[in-house]
């Protein structure tokens, strides 16, 4: 992909919109003793004269996707490589496949109980459990284009 602007300001940029620190640090569960710093800049990571390593910097709401690439100068053109890729595949797994499995577990144990409940309780636990995929599927999916979308438009990409 292209960038509209040089390598001097792909540069200036990165450093004015990157609170420097190790990504992985932030998506941890140290990351709580980093909620009090800088928020103002919109990524946090590390960045050199051919790649960077970014990913949001959050206060509340993690995202758990850390943006790695490369760029370089070919003919004149500031041309950049970049792939979005989650820390740990578990962890968006975890939000998607726990409620999934209290869903089966409390189905299964209501439904082998020798007394069917007469009330609304199985389907308001159903519906939280069901909201609970949902929202986590979404959530992460809005994670990843939201960040995705904050690099675009800082640095000016076209595809």
């Known amino acids: 992909m292209q960038s509209n602007i040089n390598l001097a300001e792909f540069r200036n940029r990165l450093k004015n919109n990157t609170k420097i620190g190790h990504p992985k640090l932030k998506l941890s569960p140290f990351a709580m003793f980093l909620m009090f710093g800088d928020s103002s800049k919109i990524f946090y990571g590390l960045f050199d004269d051919h790649s960077f390593s970014l990913t949001s910097n ?85 994670k990843r284009k939201k960040l995705e979308k904050n690099f675009i438009e800082i640095f000016e990409i076209k595809k």
């Open 58 to 142: 959050f206060r509340t709401s993690p995202t758990y996707f850390i943006l790695r690439g490369s760029y370089k100068t070919e003919n004149g053109k500031l041309k950049i490589k970049y792939d979005i890729a989650p820390r740990y595949k578990y962890q968006i797994y975890w939000w998607i496949f726990v409620p999934i499995l209290g869903f089966i577990v409390f189905n299964y144990l209501l439904l082998s109980g020798k007394n069917k409940p007469d009330s609304e309780v199985p389907i308001i636990v159903n519906l939280f459990l069901m909201f609970m995929v949902i929202y986590g599927y979404l959530s992460i999916t809005w």
